[in-house]
């Protein structure tokens, strides 16, 4: 992907050889796509958008330089042509008010939100540099026992707390974990892209009001979705985020997914294919981690651990003595409270149909940045992160 590069029409990425734009259509001019309109712009009269450093179906992400401080921050845009969906704009604004408001170490907060003059919706983020999963299994195929325990127990801790507050993920894949440091400089996990959260009530049903998903439509990734997600249920809890957990773990332990094939192949063997223990693939996976993963994948949500928690007191009993884990008592009790969540979204998604601005993270005004975002586009970058990953980790 050229960073660049953009179509003239509504900005979206795009190839420099791409025919036509995937969102807008607009054909390819004969002098080849402009630069991206949208590098250069300024955002809340500081921020000055410098590269694109993430895309995706909905929207892209890009880097800001902030010109009255020494510091970036990153910029999430809802694409242009998306802006007259409420249902995407009610979507866009709640990814911004759950991943600021949850409070949890290893989930990016957003700062700001706000519209372009055209309309195009933003939220400002945290940058955070790190590398993504993705990236490093693409490279590296698998990972050691001892990172993979690191990455489930902080994704888990921060689960549980979210759970907890009834906001589930829905779409957790290796794409969505950026692989950084803590400003103590430990491996920490930030997990990205709250884009298909929802609010729950108790029962897992989408609380009154909240619910943001259009009719029976199927919301997340088919190669790490749960079964009750591929079915469409209305009656999704946190055990479908631990279901698609289990498929990444197992992913990074064995080289592959459980299932693959075309995405409607894919989606059947989620609904009805037991999944192969990992040892059978890998044969270094110990008995114990068979037994953990493949309960996290279990078909009927009530077969699986019962929440986050569960999981990670299993992983305790089968590996003790490993590295100290994040403490999800303490986080869950330094959390937003899911009354205050249940006040933010009334109030900024479902309230108004002009979104406020979100005050902005003090650290987003005095350039004291923690870490963000990603280019994971730099194999050095890569290399480098992941060596020091597997160092501590292990």
Same mark, same amino acid.
């Given at each position: 992907?050229?960073?660049?590069? *953009? ?11 791409? /025919? *036509? ?23 809340? +009269? ?9 895309? #995706? ?88 026992? =001892? ?27 290796? #794409? ?18 709250? *884009?298909?959260?929802?609010? $729950? +009530? ?30 469409? =249920?209305?009656?999704? +809890? ?15 332990? $064995? ?19 037991? /999944?192969?223990?990992?040892? =059978?693939?890998? /044969? +270094? ?15 009927? /949500? ?36 899911? =009354? ?55």
């Amino acid at each position: 992907m050229d960073d660049d590069r *953009g179509c003239g029409r509504c900005g979206n990425a795009v190839e420099a050889d791409e /025919p *036509g734009c995937g969102s807008c259509h607009q054909a390819r001019p004969p002098e080849g796509w402009p630069r991206d309109p949208r590098l250069g712009v300024v955002v809340l +009269d500081r921020l000055v958008l410098s590269r694109r450093i993430g895309y #995706g179906a909905t929207g892209s992400v890009y880097l800001a330089e902030d010109r009255e401080a020494d510091g970036r921050v990153a910029v999430k845009l809802l694409h242009h042509e998306l802006t007259g969906d409420p249902e995407m704009v009610r979507r866009f604004r709640l990814e911004a008010v759950l991943t600021k408001s949850l409070d949890v170490p290893q989930v990016v907060p957003a700062y700001d939100f706000g519209q372009f003059p055209d309309g195009t919706h933003y939220f400002t983020m945290e940058y955070v540099e790190g590398v993504g999963l993705d990236a490093v299994l693409a490279k590296r195929g698998t990972l050691p026992l =001892s990172t993979v325990l690191t990455i489930a127990r902080q994704v888990l801790a921060a689960l549980d707390v979210a759970h907890s507050r009834g906001v589930i993920h829905r779409d957790l894949k290796p #794409g969505n974990l950026l692989l950084a440091r803590d400003p103590a400089g430990q491996p920490m996990v930030r997990i990205l892209d709250f *884009g298909f959260a929802r609010l $729950t +009530d108790t029962r897992g049903t989408a609380a009154p009001g909240r619910r943001l998903t259009l009719g029976q439509m199927v919301m997340g990734t088919p190669t790490y979705m749960a079964p009750e997600q591929a079915r469409g =249920s209305r009656t999704l +809890d946190g055990r479908a985020d631990l279901y698609s957990l289990g498929v990444i773990l197992y992913r990074a332990l $064995t080289g592959k997914p459980p299932f693959s094939g075309t995405m409607e192949e894919v989606l059947r063997q989620h609904l009805q294919t037991p /999944p192969a223990p990992p040892s =059978s693939i890998w /044969p +270094d996976v110990p008995p114990a981690m068979d037994a953990v993963l493949l309960r996290m994948l279990e078909k009927d /949500p009530d077969r699986r651990q019962a929440n986050a928690a569960e999981v990670l007191a299993e992983l305790g009993r089968a590996f003790p003595g490993g590295p100290a884990a994040w403490d999800p008592d303490e986080m869950r009790a330094g959390a937003a409270p899911r =009354s205050e969540l249940v006040r933010l979204v009334d109030r900024y998604v479902h309230g108004t149909q002009s979104l406020p601005a979100l005050k902005g993270h003090p650290a987003a005004r005095t350039g004291r940045l923690p870490w963000i975002l990603v280019a994971v586009g730099a194999t050095s970058l890569a290399i480098a992160v992941l060596t020091w990953w597997l160092l501590r980790a292990g």
